[in-house]
Each structure stands twice: as C-alpha cells, then as structure tokens.
C-alpha cells in the first residue's frame, strides 16, 4: 500500500507544489523526489522545523511551523484524495519521523 501512497502524493501530480515540499514528501515517504534530498528533518523546541539536505553537515534550511507542516501535508492528503487506509499509512509514516506529528483533521 505505500506505493499506492507514493503514487497518489507523488509531487508531479501536483504542478504547483514547492520544491521544499517535493523535498519533505521523500524523506518522509523514503523516496528521492528531489536533488538533493532531504537527509534529515528536526522540530526546535520552539515549534520551528529545519532541514537538513543530504551532503550537508547541519540543519540549516528553515522549512517553517511545524504546525503549518503538518497542515499543508493533510491539505495534500485531501487533494490527493487519499482513502481512510491511505491517511492512517500516512499518518504512521510521518508520525514515525521524530517530532513531527499528523492528524488527519488538522488542516483549516
């Protein structure tokens, strides 16, 4: 089923996704939608999520809120059309990723 995900996220369905978002969707979905990749996310204390790009010693991209994060990824859930298995998969994808945390109703 997590190909059946990846297919329905994948970011050349959505023409007008940022490439930071491209880059947010493989590492949380473990694909390479983007050169380079993201190696690794980090949510600060503070709420604030940080990226670091694959052959980077640091995380230093500013990726944004967290909160806004996990919104945009249910808004492209819903735009993907996801079914209720596809939204619990993608859910425990990215609930598995340290500090950041999806809830299907979280997007407004």
Known sequence: MIEQL????DPRRFPN??????????????????SPALAELI???DGAVLGRPDGEPTAKVFIGA????????CRLG???GLEDAEWTLLSETVNRKP?????????S
Do not use: H, Y
Request: negative net charge.
């Open 78 to 80: 819903m735009a993907a």
């Open 99 to 107: 500090g950041i945390g999806l809830n299907r109703g979280e997007a």
């Open 6 to 9: 990846c297919t329905k996220l």
């Open 17 to 34: 996704m940022s490439g930071q978002m491209a880059a947010i969707l493989g590492f949380l979905l473990d694909r390479e939608f983007t």
């Open 43 to 45: 949510v600060t204390p």
């Open 66 to 73: 967290e909160a806004d994060l996990r919104a945009n990824l």
